[in-house]
């Protein structure tokens, strides 16, 4: 599904404007993204969680040469679905 898709499912469900569900999509999206930057996690009840995650520098490969290379440390994006979401998908 894409972004424009998610939108007017939105719109369709909440009986609201195409316009304002991609506000809404938006804001929340907006709004993700800083509690993320900050450092906070986000959980939505039945839906799943959001977190960031430190991931460890580690030695690779490039697969072009196999020449060894140091990846270094990052912050990575985690999501851990809810139990609702879980049982919906199965």
């Known amino acids: ?6 939108v007017t499912k939105m719109a369709e469900k909440a009986g609201i404007s ?7 999509l938006k804001a929340f999206m907006e709004s993700v993204q800083e509690a993320l930057a900050k450092g906070d996690k986000i959980a939505l009840v039945g839906f799943g969680t959001f977190s960031i995650a430190e991931r460890a520098a580690r030695e690779g490969r490039n697969p072009k040469t196999g020449e060894k ?7 990575v994006v985690k999501f851990k679905p809810g139990n609702e979401l879980k049982k919906v998908v199965k």
Not at 1 to 6: G, I, R
Not at 18 to 24: F, Q, S, W
Not at 69 to 75: L, P
Request: with cysteine; charged share 30%.
């Open 18 to 24: 195409k316009a304002n569900a991609e506000k809404a």
């Open 1 to 6: 599904m894409t972004k424009t898709e998610l």
């Open 69 to 75: 290379i140091t990846i270094q440390a990052c912050k």
